[in-house]
């Protein structure tokens, strides 16, 4: 196969795992952040503490986490049917990539958000705070450079999950890989592939770690330059009298 014959089949391929990568990692943050900071407060100890919650939560995150993704892909086929339409293309891969990345970054939002420093909250509640102030002011900002990191790792697992998807004619460089690389022995093109894989993932995690550190840097994690803003904004009402 020439370079000319090659050319199409990776952009579309390209734009295919972008499309699919893209729309599952929304669709895992949006539902994955505020699991990931419910599994925090309904802890032992937490805002919201409901330890029949949190087991509950907690045991449906581990179990699908711990199912391997190739199986999940094919249990979810009568959900995506049903959702989609079809279980094969794109937007068929979205609802299985999406799933199966949800719970997994959840727990990377439990894992951050349990770094953010006790007494931050406490000052917060001592002011008359509530929970969602808590979460909004809080929890989520000075977690933001881990949350960050948490999503990059995600992006990677899924592109890493999404060249899986390729074997069930979803689409994407994986199905490249696998229609010509494997099955009609284009090794050229296979590695071609794996390359190209290699480029993005690279680029991802570059971008990913780059936002990460000047979030660092702006002060969006615990340390003394938000616990200076939350004394003074303590002081302020003793001022004002």
Same mark, same amino acid.
């Given at each position: 196969?020439?370079?000319?014959?090659?050319?199409?089949?990776?952009?579309?391929?390209?734009?295919?795992?972008?499309?699919?990568?893209?729309?599952?990692?929304?669709?895992?943050? &949006?539902?994955?952040?505020?699991?990931?900071?419910? /599994?925090?407060?309904?802890?032992?100890? !937490?805002?919201?503490?409901?330890?029949?919650?949190?087991?509950?939560? !907690?045991?449906?995150?581990?179990?699908?986490?711990?199912?391997?993704? %190739?199986?999940?892909? #094919?249990?979810?086929?009568? /959900?995506?049917?049903? %959702?989609? !339409?079809?279980? =094969? !293309?794109?937007?068929?891969? %979205?609802?299985?990539?999406? =799933?199966?990345?949800?719970?997994?970054?959840?727990?990377? #939002?439990?894992?951050?958000?349990?770094?953010?420093?006790?007494?931050?909250?406490?000052?917060?509640?001592?002011?008359?705070?509530?929970?969602?102030?808590?979460?909004? @002011?809080?929890? #989520?900002?000075?977690?933001?450079?881990? /949350?960050?990191?948490?999503?990059?790792?995600?992006?990677?697992?899924?592109?890493?999950?999404?060249?899986?998807?390729?074997? &069930?004619?979803?689409?994407?460089?994986?199905? =490249?890989?696998?229609?010509?690389?494997?099955?009609?022995?284009?090794?050229?093109?296979?590695?071609?592939?794996?390359?190209?894989?290699?480029?993005?993932?690279?680029?991802?995690?570059?971008?990913?770690?780059?936002?990460?550190?000047?979030?660092?840097?702006?002060?969006?994690?615990?340390?003394?330059?938000? @616990?200076?803003?939350?004394? @003074?904004? @303590?002081?302020?009402?003793?001022?004002?009298?």
């Amino acid at each position: 196969m020439t370079w000319s014959e090659m050319q199409p089949l990776l952009e579309q391929a390209c734009w295919d795992t972008l499309y699919m990568v893209g729309w599952s990692t929304l669709i895992a943050v &949006v539902a994955g952040l505020p699991l990931g900071i419910l /599994l925090v407060l309904t802890d032992r100890g !937490g805002l919201l503490q409901n330890t029949v919650v949190n087991k509950l939560i !907690g045991q449906i995150v581990n179990i699908a986490r711990s199912m391997p993704f %190739i199986i999940l892909m #094919v249990a979810l086929m009568g /959900l995506t049917r049903w %959702i989609t !339409g079809t279980t =094969i !293309g794109r937007e068929a891969a %979205i609802v299985p990539l999406a =799933i199966g990345a949800i719970p997994f970054f959840a727990r990377l #939002v439990e894992t951050s958000v349990r770094e953010v420093d006790g007494g931050l909250v406490e000052a917060v509640q001592s002011m008359g705070g509530n929970t969602w102030t808590v979460v909004r @002011k809080v929890l #989520v900002p000075e977690s933001l450079p881990s /949350l960050i990191s948490s999503t990059t790792t995600t992006i990677v697992t899924i592109l890493g999950y999404s060249a899986i998807t390729g074997a &069930v004619g979803a689409g994407g460089l994986g199905d =490249i890989a696998i229609r010509y690389g494997y099955q009609r022995f284009e090794t050229e093109l296979m590695w071609i592939t794996v390359g190209v894989l290699a480029v993005v993932i690279s680029i991802i995690q570059f971008a990913g770690d780059y936002a990460a550190r000047r979030m660092h840097r702006r002060g969006g994690h615990s340390g003394a330059a938000p @616990k200076l803003r939350l004394l @003074k904004l @303590k002081a302020s009402p003793s001022q004002a009298s």
